[in-house]
């Protein structure tokens, strides 16, 4: 999350993006299938077995544990991973023990293109790319909502950030 310190003199944040919510799904689907699977084991289990309490409590710790590594994981992966688009720079940030960061300064951006597939148009999400001059190069971003709103509204602070510092419009480089 950008914080007012973390911001530049001048420079203000536009946008704060999470990956889609699709990249959830899978582990939601997961989620069911051990609470299912712990539920039905524990309703078949005979009334009569010995320590059937016992039994039944670790049948309930381990789908918790597996629950926790399996969806408890990818769900904090997904919130702690930040997509924010600032008046001078597109910044990433990912990680859940140790963080990186990556930003790309609207300056050196070339193009900004997205691309989506049926099902992302469905759900309204797609694929963004950012070519930027210089050593880092490409930056392909999966599963962006609005990823064309996010496009159009990245082109226009590349533009807008050229115009400020006096270059030109940024509109010949797409």
Not at 41 to 61: C, E, F, N, W
Not at 90 to 115: A, H, M, N, Q, W
Request: charge should be neutral; hydrophobic fraction near 45%; include cysteine.
């Amino acid at each position: 999350m950008a914080k007012p310190d973390s911001l530049t003199e001048g420079e203000r944040l536009v946008l704060r993006l999470h990956p889609h919510g699709k990249t959830m799904l899978g582990p939601a689907v997961i989620l069911a299938l051990i609470l299912a699977a712990a539920i039905t084991v524990i309703l078949v289990l005979p009334a009569s077995a010995s320590d059937v309490g016992v039994i039944r409590l670790a049948i309930g710790v381990a789908a918790l544990i597996a629950a926790l590594i399996l969806f408890g994981a990818p769900l904090l992966r997904w919130r702690l991973t930040t997509y924010e688009l600032t008046t001078r720079r597109f910044r990433l940030r990912e990680g859940v023990i140790t963080r990186s960061g990556r930003d790309f300064p609207l300056t050196r951006i070339s193009d900004v293109s997205f691309s989506q597939g049926p099902v992302d148009r469905m759900l309204g999400c797609g694929t963004l790319t950012v070519e930027s001059a210089g050593e880092h190069g490409q930056l392909v971003l999966h599963e962006i909502p609005a990823v064309q709103k996010v496009q159009a509204t990245l082109f226009q602070l590349v533009g807008d950030e050229n115009a400020r510092l006096g270059g030109s419009d940024g509109s010949d480089d797409y």
